[in-house]
């Protein structure tokens, strides 16, 4: 499987996020959260910000929706320019309708599971979805730390569908990544480890080497 970063803008420097951007050249996507302070306890960035950054990063946008009601945002969000969105089998909204409604905005639909969620829940979707996020944390915040327990679920999302990419999120950072790649894991979202290091383009190089060399 094709190893993928994606460094989580939460824990980049609001004031310059231009150039916070720029220092992730080698990354293979951006990973944006967006957060309704109701699905969690925390409201972050959205849609207008989404927009701005896509007129100056060429990279491939990868949209984690922490909110209650994803399906009336998607066409919004993939106007803002998102190729990727993923939205929370925990939500209040139709899954099926929610990644049917991602798909017709021409974007790439991702389905996330909280730590606490069994991975059979997203079984009955994967035929449409590209990717299936497993959370290592429970979403709302930053800085927090993996949750080794949720990796089995990785492995049984892995031995279903081969093919699909399966990302973590929540406390990934040089040691955390090698655990969740062993498991079945291949797209890797890192905010706290890429964007608090001294030199984000190194950390990204030694995640993608890390995740490799197991
Ligand atoms: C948490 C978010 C994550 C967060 C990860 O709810 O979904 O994307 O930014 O941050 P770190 O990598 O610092 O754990
Ligand atoms: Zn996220």
Redesign the pocket.
């Known amino acids: 499987m094709e190893i993928k970063i994606s460094p989580?803008?939460?824990?980049a420097d609001f004031a310059n996020l231009e150039s916070e951007l720029k220092k992730c050249e080698n990354a293979e996507m951006i990973?944006f959260?967006v957060?309704d302070g109701h699905f969690?306890p925390?409201i972050s960035i959205g849609i207008p910000v989404i927009a701005a950054m896509d007129k100056v990063c060429d990279k491939l946008f990868d949209v984690?929706l922490?909110i209650s009601h994803p399906k009336k945002y998607v066409k919004a969000i993939a106007d803002a320019g998102a190729s990727i969105i993923t939205f929370h089998e925990e939500c209040d909204d139709d899954t099926n309708e929610t990644i049917d409604e991602i798909l017709a905005c021409g974007c790439r639909a991702g389905l996330a599971i909280k730590p606490n969620t069994p991975a059979d829940k997203v079984y009955p979707y994967l035929d449409k979805l590209s990717m299936v996020l497993v959370?290592?944390?429970?979403?709302?915040?930053?800085?927090?730390s993996?949750m080794e327990s949720t990796m089995p679920k990785i492995t049984q999302i892995r031995e279903k569908s081969p093919q699909i990419d399966i990302q973590v999120?929540?406390?990934?950072?040089a040691e955390t990544i090698k655990t969740a790649s062993r498991a079945g894991a291949n797209v890797f979202?890192?905010?706290?480890?890429?964007f608090?290091s001294e030199n984000p383009q190194n950390t990204i190089n030694e995640l993608k080497e890390n995740a490799k060399s197991i």
Not at 8 to 11: K, N, R
Not at 135 to 144: D, I, K, N, S, Y
């Open positions: 989580s803008v939460l824990a990973h959260d957060m969690v925390n984690h922490m959370m290592t944390v429970e979403p709302g915040f930053g800085g927090q993996f999120d929540g406390g990934i950072n979202v890192a905010g706290t480890a890429v608090r």
